[in-house]
């Protein structure tokens, strides 16, 4: 099947967004929780969450236009500076879908959907407590994408928080083992599991590949 | 297990790059493949690929710094403005990987790593045909990510060739059945398992959670 650039274009609007959404692979799938000044919590699912840095550890994640609808992320995020990513799991993935159901300001996914907030000490935003790995953000940058309207937001990592044994001594984590999952398009979630590690590529250690 | 800021700045430096790259959650892999004015291909694995609009077709992905070391995929691209994104599968992860090792640039990753290059008549940039879910892209943009000295590349879908079976009539694409792969980190490969599709999540028809 082969669909050129105009095919595209003609696509029925539905089928268009739920394909190219689907297109790039699988997707990282992350619950933001942020409060505005109010106090009121927000919490939002993500699939757009990326690795820019690592020191300082910086992190990426895309928000659609703020104009023609309400963004309460993006609202608290400003108001405060503070959020939180929290890794969804499979034991709670209809939960994290329905974060994405249009509330009012004043309404909080945290209670809609029946997630825990829960707090650090010195860290104002919410975690989810139903998550296993959750990081504390500090927003450090935003940086406009001007061709479709939408912003890169960056912040640093300040807290993070994962189980005991989730990091081997290398560094690496297990996600299949945490039960985390992925997201393709907009709504279809993925069970993950480990194949293999390879170790990093160098010239002198390169396989011996057949054709 | 709690880090802080401080306590991820003092992580040994390859433990650390390990970890903060596979904090996100799963990634897509995908292979990008280039050619230079010279004729001479390239192919590289990016785990950043990422949707940004879906009318026009527009995808990104982030590229490290230029400066320190060669960059084929960036130069190739600005050299004749089109490159392709082509899913890695189950069948050649290890080949993908390793194209990861530093070539020079007159050496082909596709003859290192035993992948074969397919060309569409009207399009100058080669598709590794061993991959079922293929992109033709038309760079459009690059947006300069100056935090961290990265840059975002922009592309428009001028060709996307799937297997007859892999769209059903709403536009999901199954990544599980076509056994694409994600990755965590830099060097860890994940099977794909699709658990559910959601609706898109109405007011109107929201679940009754309980606790």
């Known amino acids: 099947m082969h669909f050129t650039q105009n095919d595209?274009?003609?696509?029925?609007?539905?089928?268009?967004?739920?394909?190219?959404n689907s297109i790039t692979g699988i997707k990282p799938a992350n619950l933001i929780g942020t409060i505005s000044s109010n106090q009121e919590t927000n919490l939002a699912i993500f699939s757009s969450v990326m690795h820019l840095g690592s020191d300082p550890a910086l992190l990426g994640f895309v928000l659609r236009p703020a104009q023609d609808v309400p963004r309460?992320?993006?609202?608290?995020?400003?108001e405060n500076g503070?959020?939180?990513?929290n890794h969804v799991r499979?034991?709670?993935i209809e939960k994290a879908h329905y974060t994405s159901t249009k509330f009012k300001k004043e309404e909080s996914e945290f209670e809609k959907c029946k997630l825990t907030e829960e707090y650090l000490s010195d860290f104002i935003?919410?975690?989810?407590?139903?998550?296993?790995?959750?990081?504390g953000m500090k927003f450090v940058e935003s940086v406009p994408i001007k061709l479709n309207n939408t912003l890169l937001i960056i912040g640093e990592i300040m807290h993070l928080i994962l189980p005991d044994n989730a990091i081997d001594?290398?560094?690496?984590?297990?996600?299949?083992?945490l039960n985390n999952v992925g997201i393709s398009g907009l709504n279809s979630y993925y069970k993950?599991?480990?194949?293999?590690?390879?170790?990093?590529?160098?010239?002198?250690?390169?396989?011996?590949?057949?054709?």
Chains 1, 2 share one sequence.
């Open 8 to 20: 595209l274009k003609n696509l029925d609007r539905v089928k268009k967004l739920n394909f190219i």
């Open 192 to 211: 993950l599991e480990k194949i293999t590690d390879f170790p990093f590529a160098r010239p002198n250690e390169f396989p011996n590949f057949s054709e």
């Open 125 to 135: 935003a919410p975690f989810v407590k139903e998550s296993t790995l959750k990081l």
């Open 169 to 177: 001594n290398k560094g690496y984590i297990d996600l299949g083992l």
């Open 72 to 78: 309460h992320t993006f609202e608290n995020i400003m």
């Open 82 to 85: 503070f959020y939180t990513i």
């Open 90 to 92: 499979t034991s709670f």
